[in-house]
């Protein structure tokens, strides 16, 4: 979702991102043969289970999806200030290969398939995302640390004063506190988070991930404990800091820096844009981006469109359909999400069982001899201006040399007839007839010659 992300931690977004929800190629080596059929979930509980995950991971966010709502906005972390709380080195490295931090939440963060130059673009725009409020000078990181702080620092965070562990799991060890509040591991802070920011975020949390359920422990000047270091909430803050920076294991991340030497020309304004044509702020809110909006294909017939095996391989190995977006210089596509096999097959069950139109006999047949004149109607329609079968050119619609393996016969009638109906598209309503579908969809999905 960044999405898989926390109050402490940054970025991106969630969730489907766009395209055209599905698309060829299904990766079936031997072992993946044997896990796929590993999965017994009887059919009900994994159309549930389907139904579930697309409305976790958000897929709303840039489909539209008949009786399907999200929460996603509201788990994706906040992105108004990260510069403040992340290093550029750790964020250019999580947008090319997101990961969870967050363990109590649900939406997941999903890897866009970046090019290096995209990253650093996204990376410059969001690092430079600060409130201008600074420490001040004699508690900025790294600073001298007696061995009276250190001892505080550790009361602090124990059971008899903030509970820090509560909540936040130490490496290996779980949170003494209920799964749904679990929150970052505290051992990986460091080479995560700038180490000013955590006083900043000691005293307001939710300035910078508004709906966190981290308390403000140091709201003000008169809010620390009397009993520890004088009761000086900044020398306290700064404790907990130091201790915190002292615990853990700082990870090196070198492909910023390189990608920052082989595109020295990149600026953030760059990266401003592709926030906003990739629809992370459909996910994510950036106090000074719009919001985000629909970029992906309308899914509400989708299971009467794709065939359910075709989908499986998208969704294991998402690819660009439509060549207009390459065409028109945009950068949209469908993410890939780090999904299981049993919840690839979930979500492929919903969509194939529960998102269909009615009024589509999905897997009508075709009659073959109806192929001559369809091929005849391909040239009469000008179809082939838009869309390439086998070596003849093609334009910004899709590729339909292999559509029958993809696309159900049933849809195709109907969508010829009445494209507008399925999707908002740029093929245009040829006023065709019932026959004259029929015969377009036989020579589509037969042989091409």
Avoid at 152 to 159: F, G, I
């Amino acid at each position: 979702m960044l999405l898989q992300a926390t109050y402490t931690q940054g970025f991106f977004s969630l969730r489907l991102l766009t395209a055209s929800i599905f698309a060829t190629v299904f990766l079936l080596t031997t072992g993946h043969r044997a896990a796929w059929s590993q999965s017994t979930e009887k059919g009900e509980s994994r159309i549930d289970n389907g139904r579930a995950l697309i409305r976790d991971l958000g897929c709303v966010v840039c489909h539209e999806i008949k009786d399907q709502e999200t929460a996603v906005r509201s788990e994706a972390p906040n992105l108004t200030y990260e510069g403040e709380i992340v290093p550029r080195d750790w964020l250019y490295d999580f947008i090319k290969k997101p990961h969870g931090i967050r363990p109590a939440i649900k939406a997941r963060m999903p890897n866009l398939r970046l090019a290096d130059r995209e990253a650093l673009a996204i990376t410059e725009f969001l690092a430079g995302l600060r409130d201008g409020e600074t420490v001040p000078k004699e508690f900025r990181y790294p600073r001298k640390v007696s061995a009276e702080e250190t001892e505080a620092a550790k009361k602090l965070v124990s059971p008899d004063y903030l509970n820090c562990f509560n909540c936040h799991m130490l490496g290996d060890k779980k949170p003494t506190g209920q799964p749904e509040e679990w929150a970052p591991d505290l051992a990986q802070i460091k080479g995560r988070i700038n180490p000013d920011f955590l006083l900043k975020w000691l005293r307001d949390p939710s300035k910078y991930r508004p709906g966190t359920k981290m308390p403000a422990f140091f709201p003000d000047k008169d809010s620390g404990p009397d009993d520890i270091l004088g009761g000086d909430e900044m020398r306290q803050m700064a404790a907990i800091r130091d201790y915190l920076m002292s615990i853990g294991k700082a990870e090196s991340f070198p492909e910023y820096a390189q990608a920052k030497a082989r595109f020295a020309d990149v600026t953030p304004s760059e990266g401003r844009s592709l926030m906003v044509r990739l629809n992370c702020v459909g996910c994510h809110e950036v106090g000074v981006l719009p919001q985000g909006k629909k970029v992906g294909p309308n899914l509400t017939y989708e299971g009467s469109r794709v065939r359910k095996d075709w989908l499986i391989g998208f969704l294991r190995a998402p690819h660009t359909i439509k060549p207009e977006f390459a065409l028109m210089g945009s950068p949209t596509r469908m993410p890939t999400f780090p999904l299981t096999v049993a919840e690839t097959l979930a979500v492929a069950e919903y969509i194939s069982q529960a998102l269909v139109d009615k009024n589509v006999q999905q897997d009508g047949g075709i009659d073959p001899s109806l192929a001559k004149g369809g091929r005849r109607l391909f040239k009469e329609k000008t179809c082939d201006n838009c869309h390439r079968i086998g070596s003849s050119p093609g334009g910004i619609g899709p590729d339909l040399t292999a559509a029958g393996e993809r696309l159900r016969p049933g849809w195709v009638i109907k969508f010829i007839q009445k494209p507008e109906h399925y999707l908002e598209t740029r093929m245009p309503n040829l006023k065709v007839s019932p026959e004259e579908a029929r015969a377009l969809a036989a020579y589509v999905f037969g042989p091409k010659n």
